[in-house]
């Protein structure tokens, strides 16, 4: 029973270049998140996404950044142009509902851009 | 905006002794979830409560929401070294989770 899986766990990207972060979430859930954890900074939300859907991106910056959770396949989060301040770990989580349904994390992904 | 203060920031303990973390907050959230992240991983849910008095015990470990919905507390009893690590609070309404500052814990043995 695979967890949340996500990929690759560690990014290197010059500034300017594309990032592109996969989750695939917990069988069976249809709910994804996305968080980032700055250098000595809390978990922030970022987006919440259902199936073809995106329900709440109120923690997206408003350039740059994307994502989407396709009928097929994994989540993706999309940052276009990356700057050294995109530098975090980008946390997936999934879960079964949506409101009040327990969330998984994924073991993250850690980009560095240089 | 919702806010969870969650205190101490640090905390370095020995074996053996007893220690709670709190989550605070001005609002409501309809259910509050504690993880604990080892470095380099994601954070591990250990227990989501969603009933105003609600309390939860895992082994050592306890849980308690406020009667209002808005604190919560995780307590241990006779920490061990491996407790050691980052606990998180993360309260949630519409599906985000909103998660505190977290605790680092550092039990000597």
């Known amino acids: 029973n695979a967890g949340v899986m996500q990929n690759p766990r560690h990014l290197v990207r010059r500034r300017g270049q594309e990032a592109r972060l996969r989750c695939s979430p917990m069988?069976?859930?249809?709910?994804v998140y996305w968080y980032r954890q700055l250098p000595e900074e809390g978990l922030k939300f970022m987006v919440y996404?259902?199936?073809?859907?995106?329900?709440?991106e109120s923690g997206m910056p408003k350039e740059r950044f994307s994502a989407e959770f396709p009928k097929e396949g994994p989540s993706i989060l999309r940052i276009q142009q990356v700057v050294r301040g995109d530098s975090a770990a980008y946390f997936c989580?999934?879960?079964?509902?949506?409101?009040?349904?327990?969330?998984?994390f994924g073991p993250g992904t850690r980009l560095t851009v240089l | 905006t919702q806010l969870l203060e969650q205190s101490p920031q640090f905390l370095s303990i020995q074996e053996g002794e007893n220690l709670t973390v709190y989550c605070n907050s001005s609002?409501?959230?309809?259910?509050l979830q504690w993880y604990r992240q080892e470095p380099g991983e994601g954070p591990v849910l250990l227990v989501t409560?969603?009933?105003?008095?609600e309390v939860k015990k895992l082994k050592r470990l306890t849980f308690q929401f406020g009667d209002a919905r808005k604190d919560s507390s995780l307590h241990i009893t006779a920490a061990q070294p491996g407790d050691t690590g980052l606990y998180l609070c993360?309260?949630?309404?519409?599906?985000?989770?909103?998660f505190g500052q977290g605790t680092t814990l550092q039990v000597k043995p």
């Open positions: 989580a999934s879960s079964h509902g949506g409101q009040g349904g327990e969330q998984f």
């Open positions: 069988k069976g859930h249809s709910h």
């Open positions: 996404l259902q199936k073809e859907n995106i329900i709440d």
């Open positions: 609002s409501v959230f309809s259910s």
């Open positions: 409560v969603v009933t105003g008095g």
């Open positions: 993360a309260g949630s309404n519409t599906g985000k989770l909103i």
